[in-house]
Nanobody
Framework: QVQLVESGGGLVQAGGSLRLSCAAS????????MGWYRQAPGKQRDFIAT???????TYADSVKGRFTISRDNAKNTMYLQMNSLNADDTAVYYC????????????WGQGTQVTVSS
C-alpha cells in the first residue's frame, strides 16, 4: 500500500504562484509514476501532469508552460509548481500514484483546495 498526503493549497490572486507537495509513504519502491489531477466544482477530474520514476514528465495542454512537476526521491515527495494562475485553475488538486506494470492510478491523496481570485 501507498499513502499520499497533499499540502500547499490555498487562496491566491490571479497571476500568482503556489507550490503543492505530495508526500508518499508505504511501498514506495512499487511506484512507477506519480501524477497530479484536479477537479473543479461540477466537473470531472482532469489530468494535469505526471512524472515517472525515471524523471520523464508529461503535461496537459492547459498547464504546459505554467506548471512544473518534480520529485525529490530522497524525501519521497512530489511537487507541483504553479505559476501564472488564473480563475480556471480553481479546483481541488489530487496527487496519485500507480504501481509498476499498471496503467491506472491505484493510490490517491485526499486533495487540497486551490482557489484563484480574479
Amino acid at each position: 500500500q501507498v499513502q499520499l498526503v497533499e499540502s500547499g493549497g490555498g487562496l491566491v490572486q490571479a497571476g500568482g504562484s503556489l507550490r503543492l507537495s505530495c508526500a508518499a509513504s508505504g511501498s514506495i519502491a512499487s511506484i512507477a509514476a506519480m501524477g497530479w489531477y484536479r477537479q473543479a466544482p461540477g466537473k470531472q477530474r482532469d489530468f494535469i501532469a505526471t512524472i515517472t520514476s525515471g524523471g520523464s514528465t508529461t503535461y496537459a495542454d492547459s498547464v504546459k508552460g505554467r506548471f512544473t512537476i518534480s520529485r525529490d526521491n530522497a524525501k519521497n515527495t512530489m511537487y507541483l509548481q504553479m505559476n501564472s494562475l488564473n480563475a480556471d485553475d480553481t479546483a481541488v488538486y489530487y496527487c496519485a500514484a500507480r504501481r509498476r506494470l499498471t496503467t491506472v492510478y491505484q493510490y490517491w491523496g485526499q486533495g487540497t483546495q486551490v482557489t484563484v481570485s480574479s
